[in-house]
């Protein structure tokens, strides 16, 4: 009989951005050192685990936050495209609520559809292109443990489509703060259980840092 299988996806930690901005895939944005310390926190979290795996977007802040991990379990980070942050047409802009690029006329036609979005990656390709990556990822840690780093965005529309829920959303309501765990408890190739954790602790979801 094949033993379980557990897939964690990680939001990686605090990002610096003085700027404000949504840096989306943008390169190059770090993690501030708070965030480095959420990432400790959570090798600290997983050191007794039996973690066989680790792979991380391509984003400089995911493997930032994979690598006390990796490092702790003596494992070379792997790279998957798929676990990357949403594409988004506001890239690069402020997009506060009542600030920013959201004011301009010029923008309003990038939100006619909420429930798409219009504004950038739909929602279902998000949720197919991380399962995906969460199926690899089980598979390289057959009877083990894998850790996926990702972003909020992609892990919520992940969570809510293995949950049978509808994937558009109030981001306010997202339960996916920054260095946190969503834990997919598998047997064999089944899901049987999803574990949500915040080593790291909390943090406010209206304050997204992608």
Known sequence: MTSGTVVHLLRHGEVHNPEKI??????????????????????EALAGHDVAHVV????RRAQETAAPIAGAHRIDIATDDRLIEAGNLFEGERVAVGDGALREPKHWPKLRNPFKPSWGEPYVEI????????????????GHEA???????????????????????????RQCSLASLTSLVFSGEELVRIVYSEPAGATDPKVTGA
Request: charged content about 25%.
């Open 22 to 43: 949504l840096y989306g895939r943008l390169p190059g944005y770090r993690l501030s050192e708070r965030g480095q310390r959420q990432a400790l926190t959570v090798a």
């Open 56 to 59: 991380a977007s391509p984003l």
């Open 127 to 142: 949720a197919h292109r991380m399962l995906g990556a969460v199926y690899r990822a089980r598979a390289a840690a057959e």
């Open 147 to 173: 850790l996926c780093v990702s972003h909020q965005l992609p892990i919520w529309t992940l969570r809510r489509f293995l949950e049978a829920k509808r994937l558009w959303h109030d981001p306010r309501q």
